[in-house]
Every structure is written in C-alpha cells, then in structure tokens.
Nanobody, 117 residues
Framework: QVQLVESGGGLVQPGGSLRLSCAASGRITSFNVMGWYRQAPGKEREFVARITSGGSITYADSVKGRFIISRDNGKNTVYLQMNSLKPEDTAVYYC???????????WGRGTQVTVSS
C-alpha cells in the first residue's frame, strides 16, 4: 500500500559524506515511522536510524554522531545525511515505513553505498 523509492547512493571516499533520500507514496497514514536499514554482503540486515512522524529519532550505536536522519512530512520523504563515512558503512541501504496503529510495513528496493579509497 506504500511504495518507497530510495536514491542518493553511490561511491564515496572514507571520511566523505553522502545524502540518501526515500520518497513514500500511496496510502500513507498520519502516525508512522520511517527509517533506514542496511545490509552488507554476508551480514544480516541491521537497523541504522528511524524517525517518527512526530520527530522522535533513534540511531544505531554504530552511526551515532556521524549520521543524521530527518524527514519532510509534507513531501513524505525521509533523508539520511551520512558524514565521516567508513569502509564498514558499505552496504545496501533500505528505506522502511511502518504504521503505528495498523502494523503495516513497507520496504524500498535499496540503494548501494560504497565507501572506498
């Protein structure tokens, strides 16, 4: 019911920055949580950051102080500003949407982020 499209991935050098975007469309509810997960080769998908429609934010310990999540409710878009990138940040980054009340969850197709010199 909700479609998510990520963008902004690419190749960046260690210490560099990248900004990811995720645009949501469809049956979007007022009370929801949007976030980012990532999956590196050979690893399980892990939580990165999330932000509620009310602005409450949670970060994974691995990205605290480096990444910033934000959202534009008018555009139904969530962003992930990634700074001080490390090679271990290399992964496919997935956008996630879930409702607070109905329990509906949607995933984007992912965008590749590669941190390498």
């Amino acid at each position: 019911q909700v479609q998510l499209v990520e963008s902004g991935g690419g190749l960046v050098q260690p210490g560099g920055s990248l900004r990811l975007s995720c645009a949501a469309s469809g049956r979007i509810t007022s009370f929801n949580v949007m976030g980012w997960y990532r999956q590196a080769p050979g690893k399980e998908r892990e939580f990165v950051a999330r932000i509620t429609s009310g602005g409450s934010i949670t970060y994974a310990d691995s990205v605290k102080g480096r990444f910033i999540i934000s959202r534009d409710n008018g555009k139904n878009t969530v962003y992930l500003q990634m700074n001080s990138l490390k090679p271990e940040d290399t992964a496919v980054y997935y956008c996630n949407f879930r409702t607070v009340v109905a329990g509906m969850e949607s995933w984007g197709r992912g965008t590749q982020v590669t941190v390498s010199s």
